[in-house]
């Protein structure tokens, strides 16, 4: 038993928190999500850093790693709001090492490695992540996998309600190359580790979240005191950050279940046991922190509204509370 | 990262869960399992049970019986004890007096009660709550007033648990009301209940049940050498207590046991989408409380801190399942039914209102945190 990162997954976490502190402050990214919505210089720094192949296959210029592996940088990435790709890039570039050729892997691996190639995964067509930016689709379409390339796609892009791009997208004569027939298994397997990343994204986003509530009840003024000496208020943030450490300790479930379950059964009850409740804290604690702020909290100005969107869009993304009821109670 | 327990930590838990189960008497377990309430003798020998196995006080120190188990040994064997149904294991003598005296008591004090609460010759209770004194303890008023090598006692408590079947109380008490500062004037005193002048008169809560007391103190004379600590040093010896690290605080495999039982007799309704999804949530959020309780475990064991605010986390969330047990249970049975158990089950989820009250409220713990771990 033992709840820490190893002394390289700290490092890596560490080195990213220090990247995103310096050259992806609050403003900056305030003007990627307002241009762009993306920054190529950023991508290559996430590939210069190692984050993009870090769970891709070793021979192909990753790392060979793991859920746990990206969970501190998830976190990282929660807490700063980071609008690039990584997960859509990420997920959708397991599924090609897991089901392509050979020769599939070797035309796109290296590639996504080095930040040359961006990716998205695709099962619903419609609000595919990161879908405008990509060079390539995966393509999940009756139970096969399809490799299909961006410029064949037909694509509605949109940003999603916490500014990330994403696009509806559709097929007219495309071509597709085929993956990997009966993928069904593959898929949810990609599909759970895409969820994980993001249950460790939204433990960062509700870090933030809390830590900025805290510092506003110590410092705004009401009635001549702080309102953080007020018992109401006091109450509402302990439940807000009693939620928070019950997230993390069920993030810490999913990532080490989806990189170290024995059955497809037991991962999956472990990664939507997690998503309910990542889905629960992400509510609670986003609602929580605007409220706490008052009329500040609403406001497009400071973070805690753009976090309250991200939370609002990471406790349904890979399927809302509902969905992992559903799934749980089947499993 | 690794969630899984060690192999030795694994092969510890299966000796445990094996030897309990091998020696909880199936009366005892039976007993539980139909809800009702244990008897004064029952406690008792489910406790002599574990102490002649040299396994009651596991926390103590090794030369007054401790196991000399580490922390999370210790825990495997709460949650494996809680899981295997059967009488609790009372506190108030094996891990709250004794800390206290381990702590703060005379080498005489330790050798008069320590053997007879490991052995269950002496059952102790809790005096702290006062009418006038709840969630405000400092302000407590029962007055001990030092006449030469005694004291004599004269005041109330109330909410005393299982005062009834005890021995002895420990007590805090007002030596000095003349100061200011309201915590300095309290002392920790050991009282013999079959000391003239202390009267136990039932409080029935409203399960039926007759669980806690009022204790009334007239004109009690104890002598001098029940004092634990200095006098005026209550306070000291009440916050030490506080910040005892406790393993089981989340009950968190008594709830596993209960939740297995609900699963049990709510299955009639496992389609019924909005009960099965209450269930679910429950599910989920004890599983996040037992790793968060894994997690505080782990920073404890490498960091040798006490746990601190920690627990007041680990009460609010364990009482809060334990509660909404008892509650989807009541939800679960047969609204028409009068049978023993369907009434037991109705009488629990009134019974278990209290666990969000005592033990410091659970208001009372978010308070220790927003000021320990948040500085509000």
Known sequence: MNFDYSEEQQLLADSVRRFLQKSYDFETRKQIVGGKGWSSEVWAQ??????????????????????????????????????????????????????????????????????????????????????????????????????????????????????????????????????????????????????????????????????????????????????????????????????????????????????????????????????????????????????????????DELKVSHSFRRLTVLARAFGDADFHLQRFASL | MDLN????????????????????????????????????????????????????????????????????????????????????LVPFGLSMCAPVLLRFGTEEQKKRFLPRIYNGDDFWCQGYSE??????????????????????????????????????????????????????????????????????????????AHEVNEVFFDDVKVPAENLVHEEGKGWTVAKYLLGYERMNTGRIGESKRQLARLKEFSSSKANDARFRDRLTRLEVELMALEITNLRFLDRMRRTGQPPGADVSMLKIKGTEIQQALTELALDAADPHASDAFTDAVRRRYLSMRKTTIYAGSNEIQRNIIAKMTLGL
């Open chain 1, 46 to 299: 996430f590939a210069q850093i190692g984050l993009i192949g870090l769970a891709l296959p070793a021979e192909h210029g990753g790392f060979g790693g793991g859920a746990v592996d990206l969970m501190g940088v998830m976190e990282a990435f929660g807490e700063t709001l980071v609008v690039e790709p990584l997960v859509p890039t990420v997920v959708a570039a397991r599924l090609v090492a897991r089901a392509g050729s050979d020769e599939q892997r070797k035309a796109v691996l290296p590639g996504v490695v080095e930040g040359r190639l961006k990716l998205a995964f695709a099962r619903d067509m419609r609000g595919v992540l990161g879908a405008p930016l990509a060079d390539s689709l995966v393509v999940f379409e009756k139970g096969s996998l399809f490799l299909v390339a961006a410029k064949d796609v037909t694509m509605q892009p949109h940003r999603a309600l916490d500014g990330m791009l994403a696009a509806d997208i559709a097929f007219s004569e495309s071509k597709a190359e085929l993956l990997k027939n009966n993928a069904n298994q593959i898929v949810e397997e990609a599909v759970d580790f895409a969820t994980a990343l993001v249950c460790a994204e939204a433990v960062g986003a509700m870090k933030f979240a809390c830590d900025t509530t805290l510092e506003y009840l110590k410092t705004r003024k009401q009635f001549g005191v702080p309102i953080g000496s007020f018992q109401a208020l006091q109450h509402r943030i302990v439940d807000m950050v009693i939620s928070c450490e019950q997230a993390r300790s069920m993030a810490c479930l999913a990532c080490s279940k989806v990189d170290q379950s024995e059955s497809a059964n037991e991962r999956a009850r472990a990664v939507s046991a997690a998503k309910i409740r990542i889905a629960d804290a992400a509510r609670h604690v986003s609602q929580e922190s605007v409220q706490l702020h008052g009329g500040m909290g609403m406001s």
């Open chain 2, 131 to 208: 009418p006038g004194a709840g969630s405000d303890l400092a302000s407590l008023k029962t007055r001990a007033a030092r006449k030469e090598n005694h004291y004599v006692v004269n005041g109330q408590k109330i909410w005393t648990t299982l005062a009834h079947y005890a021995d002895w109380i420990f007590c805090l008490v007002r030596t000095d009301p003349t100061l200011e500062k309201r915590q300095e004037g309290i002392s920790f005193l050991l009282m013999d209940m079959k000391a003239p002048g202390i009267t136990v008169r039932p409080l029935i809560l409203m399960d039926g």
């Open chain 2, 5 to 88: 327990y060690s192999q030795d930590e694994l092969a510890f838990r299966d000796e445990v869960r094996a030897w309990l189960q091998a020696n909880l008497p199936a009366d005892l377990k039976e007993k539980g399992e139909r809800y009702e309430h244990y008897t004064k003798e029952d406690l008792l020998r489910w406790h002599r049970i574990l102490a002649s196995k040299g396994w009651v006080a596991p926390a103590w120190p090794k030369e007054w019986g401790g196991t000399g188990w580490n922390v999370v040994q210790r825990y495997i064997f709460e949650e494996e004890l809680g899981y295997a149904g059967g009488p609790p």
